[in-house]
């Protein structure tokens, strides 16, 4: 069944169209989707969330997925409150939300004249009930908020579908699952895909290793897969990564360099394999699936619904998948003056194509010039005996910064430290301008990821 993007009017709706199709499967339970238009977490007290602004405050994906499919159309705007976003920031975010109610089963107690609500496990519903007021639903998601408050940025069910298909897949199959957090927007973007489609979905779980993660996506047969390409090198790094065989692989959130879509082909010669380009604030303006770094000239102007242009090296997006706008009084707008968003995403153009080189708030600065990390660590990460590379700074008193790198490696390359990172320096060397190339080079066991599946950078 096709259903075009206007009919889009709930997720209850595109569930309903659907019909007996598909899986929700999380870490505690599994269900149908059409079961799940059948049931019911909010202890019975539906009613009282209709036409409210209400905080989901979760700790499970399942929950919160169960959550959203209730209260989309019938609550007038949702909060996702992601389960890595410090409660310190609640009275902020509630504030710039209006906040009504909190549902949420993390939470020691209320604030000051806002209910709070804690969820029940999935039960069914004895007897329908006729939905009462319809609302186009505001979707808040929250920026990560890893340099202060996050942004709260208003998207609606249009604009978050606007990149996705409606076509059914095949019968028996498409299995889809995620690195991510639905409660972020690369996971959101494929928990939607799923429930729009009627397709499987297997949830992860921040109390499961990778391992166990990639363990039970292979017992659920997932035949496609996403995750940020941090997310991917960890996964690499484990000998669970050959449990999975799957068809698709979806790279998004941090620049895929070649070295990651490489070892990824490697591991999985049978997979497509893409990268999409997207933001919270711009939505998904581009994917691309030909295996290679960057992407060709002529997307900017060759992409669908979707208007794109570059300013001061800067991407900038605008299409009917943006959101809204920022909430808040301090927040400055989210669109330009022509309507455009600008996604702070460097770009370089080589012959033909464009390369990501950075973001425009990472820059480093040495002695006046600029160094993007993210430019140096595709250069690292393409050594063979490289698994992943994070670059930053140290002061200097003359330059007022060097470039150093901390280094992962491959576990037979351990043996060899100094002659790796002669071989790393050459490297650098040969494909860098001086001022990029590090100072220092350090071999850790490990880099942090965020559980936004972004590498966490701390710039001096």
């Given amino acids: 069944m096709n259903m075009q993007r206007n009919d889009l009017t709930s997720l209850r709706s595109a569930l309903g169209a659907v019909g007996d199709a598909g899986l929700l499967c999380g870490e505690e339970a599994s269900l149908c989707w059409i079961d799940l238009l059948a049931g019911t977490v909010l202890a019975g007290r539906g009613d009282e969330f209709g036409g409210r602004s209400v905080l989901i405050a979760v700790s499970s994906q399942f929950t919160a997925a169960a959550v959203l499919i209730e209260l989309d159309g019938a609550a007038r705007r949702v909060i996702l ?22 549902l949420s089963d993390r939470l020691s107690s209320p604030l000051d004249g806002v209910a709070c609500v804690s969820p029940s496990g999935w039960t069914k519903i004895s007897e329908s009930k006729s939905p009462g007021e319809r609302h186009e639903t505001e979707w808040v998601l929250l920026t ?23 076509n059914r897949p095949q019968a028996g199959g498409v299995v889809w699952s995620t690195f991510y957090d639905i409660r972020r927007y690369g996971g959101l973007q494929i928990f939607l895909r799923a429930a729009v489609t009627g397709t499987s979905l297997v949830l992860s779980s921040a109390k499961e290793s990778t391992a166990d993660f990639l363990a039970r996506a292979a017992s659920q047969r997932v035949t496609h897969i996403s995750g940020t390409p941090s997310h991917w090198r960890r996964a690499l790094m484990s000998p669970a990564a050959h449990l999975i065989t799957p068809e698709y692989i979806r790279l998004s959130g941090e620049i895929a360099d070649q070295a990651i879509l490489n070892q990824l082909r490697a591991v999985y010669p049978q997979a497509r394999i893409g990268h999409a380009f997207a933001t919270t604030e711009a939505g998904v303006a581009f994917d691309i699936n030909d295996g290679l770094a960057g992407f060709p000239a002529n997307v900017l102007e060759s992409t669908p619904d979707v208007e794109m242009k570059i300013e001061n090296r800067s991407l900038r997006v605008r299409s009917n998948r943006m959101a809204r706008c920022y909430l808040g009084a301090q927040q400055r707008a989210l669109r330009d003056a022509e309507g455009f968003v600008d996604t702070g995403d460097v770009l370089e153009q080589r012959e033909d194509r464009y390369h990501f080189v950075g973001r425009g708030d990472g820059m480093i600065n040495v002695g006046g010039m600029k160094v993007y990390p993210e430019e140096v660590e595709a250069v690292i990460n393409g050594h063979p005996k490289v698994e992943m ?6 002061k200097n008193p003359f330059t007022g910064a060097l470039v150093v790198a901390d280094v992962v490696l491959k576990g037979a390359a351990e043996a ?9 320096l050459r490297l650098c060397r040969e494909t860098l301008p001086p001022y990029k190339v590090p100072a220092t080079i350090n071999f850790v066991p490990a880099l942090a990821v965020a559980e936004t599946g972004k590498l966490i950078r701390l710039h001096a």
Wanted: with cysteine; proline share 5%.
């Fill in 81 to 102: 409150y992601p389960p890595d976003l410090s409660l310190e920031h609640l009275n902020f975010v509630a504030d710039c939300a209006g906040v009504e109610i909190i």
């Fill in 144 to 166: 990560s908020g890893t340099t202060g408050r996050p942004k709260l940025v208003v998207h609606t069910l249009a604009s978050l579908t606007g990149a996705i298909g409606t």
């Fill in 389 to 394: 590379s994070l670059v930053g700074t140290r």
């Fill in 416 to 424: 060899a430290w100094s002659e790796v990172r002669i071989d790393i």
